[in-house]
């Protein structure tokens, strides 16, 4: 069997093509190059697609005696991820670009590449598992709760799980560190990647402003009635939900409510009104490639990083979901994703478009 593994530099790659060359695999290391230094416009070391990365891949790579190759994918990481980014933003949402780059690049175009040069299979260093049963493919949570990614891969298909490899699904990040060390990868203590790769500061509005070229306009502040509370510095600095650096003195705390694009105004309100209590998400995947004919009792996340909770999922048509949550919940945001589980199992996920 012959195993392309997707390598950023960091320690979870690299644990994971150590699993799988052990696991008897004929094995290449790829890392894919997604745009240049130039491109974010900032020094770009330390994030994941910094040159270091590359060189970090492959010695990995070469002190495991594999080939490493670099695929240069930055026209469509433009155009898919970063166009992607700056245009959710301008629209008042708020973008998930691992998301997308998890679409389209890392199994889509890496994983046609794969497939194409003749490999069986694609390993990444994600922590999810999947799972075989009844001729069906499952996706799964990963054993460290800690560290399970499988939020940012509700989009696979049957197909793709198909020709897919977790390694790390049933490691613990401490457990992967120590296979690192042991085995002296120079990447074994390597500090994980915080930031967005092409906005490695976090002021994803200044990234927005270099990409587009165009500041944000100043606007409007406003209540729920629509009087002027103040001015905001470009829509593009404000997401639901947020308290922090609205810049006003106000004698009640205010939350972001609202963001409208066209008149250019940011609603405030008390925190009580962020609660609600369903959301429809588009495009939809369902995991299993069914749609389901009934509602579907489940428990969903709106966030990476929330705990899943209790809800009915109704599927409106192939690729629009209608959820509704027990409880109401906080700041379900327009451009985040919803996605579904039943116990471990993910049943699918969307893009957040109303709630």
């Known amino acids: 069997m012959r195993a392309m593994i997707a390598m950023s530099g960091g320690v979870d790659s690299s644990v994971a093509a150590k699993r799988m060359l052990d696991a008897g695999y004929d094995c290449v290391g790829c890392t894919m190059r997604l745009f240049d230094n130039t491109d974010a416009g900032l020094d770009r070391k330390g994030t994941c697609c910094a040159l270091d990365d590359v060189e970090d891949a492959r010695t990995v790579a070469y002190r495991m005696g594999i080939p490493h190759y670099v695929f240069n994918f930055s026209e469509d990481f433009r155009e898919k991820v970063i166009a992607d980014f700056t245009n959710c933003y301008a629209c008042g949402c708020t973008p998930n670009p691992c998301i997308e780059c998890n679409r389209h690049l890392k199994f889509g175009r890496l994983l046609e590449r794969a497939l194409l040069l003749n490999y069986d299979c694609l390993a990444t260093g994600h922590y999810a598992r999947i799972e075989e049963r009844d001729g069906r493919y499952l996706l799964c949570r990963a054993a460290d709760t800690q560290r399970d990614q499988s939020y940012v891969l509700y989009m696979l298909t049957q197909q793709q799980l198909a020709h897919l490899r977790f390694p790390l699904g049933g490691l613990t990040k401490a457990q992967v560190r120590t296979i690192a060390a042991e085995n002296g990868f120079g990447n074994a203590q390597k500090p994980d990647s915080q930031d967005i790769c092409f906005v490695p500061d976090g002021d994803y509005a200044a990234a927005i402003e270099r990409l587009t070229g165009k500041p944000s306009a100043p606007g409007d502040f406003i209540d729920r009635s629509g009087n002027v509370l103040g001015q905001h510095q470009g829509i593009i600095r404000y997401t639901l939900g947020q308290h922090r650096g609205l810049g006003l003195h106000w004698h009640e705390p205010l939350y972001v409510l609202r963001i409208d694009p066209a008149a250019n105004t940011v609603t405030l309100g008390p925190q009580e009104a962020l609660f609600s209590s369903e959301l429809t998400a588009h495009p939809f995947n369902w995991i299993s490639g069914e749609v389901p004919a009934q509602p579907v009792?489940?428990?969903?996340?709106?966030?990476?990083?929330?705990?899943?909770?209790?809800?009915?999922?109704?599927?409106?048509?192939?690729?629009?979901?209608?959820?509704r949550f027990d409880t109401p919940q906080r700041a379900i945001t327009p451009g985040q994703s919803a996605v579904l589980y039943h116990g471990d199992e993910v049943l699918g996920g969307g893009v957040i478009v109303a709630t």
Do not use: F, H, I
């Open 297 to 323: 009792r489940c428990t969903a996340k709106t966030r990476y990083r929330q705990t899943a909770v209790p809800a009915t999922a109704e599927a409106l048509d192939a690729q629009t979901v209608r959820v």
